[in-house]
């Protein structure tokens, strides 16, 4: 296995492991974002209850939630890896630069942009996870509950939505960006992969960003 | 003064590659917007030299936009503020009377500076020597017609070749990544029959190479792509990622 380590640690491998954790992270988004969206049924958070429940319980889940975190660690540290091997690439900084004349500022601001997330996630995950999964809490209050009670603060309610947008930037560019890491790059699906990237990441953040607004407004019965 | 600049100078000065450089201020006046950048260093140059100073250090060869030798970095961009082209190509009507222009070497650790604006890009052709050829036993020259080559792929294989090696892609690169320019270095010769025969084993060296030179990895920004003075297309490092991930694989 010496072949794989050497070929994950060059500058094209790291990127590799970069887009797969990524699409991977993509595709739990989805469905992440799928079961929430069932607070705006405004059945008093019934459906939602019922997803939280399966999703709690359901051994294979409960794995892939395991799997899940390894992904999400990957991505990390092979980020944090990737920046801090790049950043030695140039020790003079020009005086000068107009990045914006080449590039779109969040293409060059992937590991700020992760960074936010990162500290959003830390802070998403005590909200929410640690209550359902590492406290007794959900026997006197069910998930939905929680959720209005944490968005009535609204200082969460802000942190929430700028580490939403933090989010929809981040996937503007990771999206296709794993494609083309993946080599994926041709003039027949190229354009329809940006599309659906540009889509996806704008739908997926302003869903997510919905939802504490909602609450905090009262709009989610 | 009509079609003619006032400009200052901002220059990166340094004596060699173990010396800390500095930025060096200079005015030049009644510049022709006609000329080009590397005509307007040469006339402070001229200047320089009738002065007693030691003139700006700068690469140059053909000045007709194919040599790729012309490593300035202007205002902040590879070869100063048009697209598809080289420093030789720009010309100071570009500019406005009255302008700051700050020029300085390309910034990356695998081109240190040998003196002022010139750098040093063996880099590059270590990267070459890696396996950028293909292997061929010399004998009679066949017939032209004996390897039937598609006339899209050809275009593709050429469109690839036009890389001069100027290192703007790496100069643009927020990770002075070569990525651009081996990925077309690679893709001109994985295009053609010839090539494809070693295309595995070539992404492999080549890609090694890049990483032992001190390159840095791909974020997928596209400004390599949008600086290239010869417009070398992102889809060639899809190709090498291609190449060099289904070498991972299947090589033995």
């Known amino acids: 296995m010496a072949w794989l380590a050497k070929s994950l640690n060059s500058s094209l491998g790291k990127k590799l492991l970069m887009a797969i954790t990524g699409l991977f992270l993509i595709s739990f988004l989805v469905i992440h974002c799928g079961l929430n969206a069932t607070i705006f049924l405004n059945d008093g958070g019934v459906s939602f209850n019922e997803g939280a429940e399966f999703m709690g319980t359901n051994p294979i889940i409960r794995t892939m939630e395991i799997v899940l975190f390894g992904g999400l660690l990957l991505h990390i540290f092979d980020g944090l890896r990737l920046w801090l091997d790049n950043k030695k690439k140039r020790p003079v900084a020009y005086a000068v630069v107009d990045g914006a004349a080449n590039s779109k500022w969040y293409s060059r601001s992937m590991g700020l942009l992760g960074t936010l997330l990162l500290l959003f996630l830390i802070i998403h995950l005590k909200h929410f996870w640690y209550f359902s999964r590492l406290t007794d809490g959900l026997e006197s209050r069910t998930l939905f509950a929680e959720m209005q009670s944490v968005f009535t603060n609204p200082w969460v309610v802000i942190v929430y939505v700028l580490g939403c947008i933090s989010l929809g930037y981040h996937l503007l560019h990771g999206f296709q960006s794993a494609f083309q890491t993946l080599g994926w790059n041709h003039p027949k699906y190229t354009p329809t992969i940006k599309m659906i990237g540009a889509i996806y990441a704008i739908v997926i953040s302003a869903v997510f960003a919905a939802m504490p607004i909602a609450f905090y407004f009262n709009l989610i019965h | ?252």
């Open chain 2, 1 to 252: 003064m009509e079609g003619h600049l006032n400009l200052t100078l901002k220059i990166w000065r340094q004596k060699n590659a173990n010396t800390a450089g500095k930025f060096e201020t200079y005015q030049v006046s009644g510049i022709s917007t006609d000329m080009s950048f590397l005509e307007m260093i040469d006339v402070l140059n001229n200047r320089l030299i009738q002065e007693g100073d030691d003139p700006v250090a700068f690469d140059h060869d053909c000045r007709e936009g194919i040599c790729g030798m012309c490593s300035m970095y202007i205002n902040g961009r590879p070869h100063g503020p048009n697209r598809g082209v080289t420093t030789c190509q720009l010309h100071m009507r570009s500019f406005q009377d009255g302008e700051t222009i700050t020029v300085e070497p390309w910034r990356a650790s695998a081109f240190p500076v040998i003196k002022d604006l010139v750098v040093n890009r063996s880099s590059f052709d270590r990267i070459i020597a890696a396996g950028g050829f293909i292997s061929v036993n010399t004998g009679n020259a066949q017939d032209a017609n004996n390897l039937p080559i598609a006339k899209d792929d050809a275009d593709e294989a050429f469109a690839a070749a036009a890389c001069i090696g100027c290192g703007a892609c790496v100069a643009a690169c927020k990770n002075a990544s070569a990525m651009l320019f081996t990925s077309a270095k690679i893709s001109q010769l994985a295009l053609l029959p010839q090539g494809k025969a070693e295309a595995s084993k070539r992404a492999q060296a080549m890609v090694a190479q890049m990483d032992e030179e001190g390159f840095g990895a791909c974020s997928n920004t596209g400004a390599c792509e949008a600086e290239c003075p010869k417009g070398i297309s992102l889809e060639n490092i899809a190709r090498m990622n291609r190449e060099y991930f289904s070498a991972t694989f299947s090589s033995k």
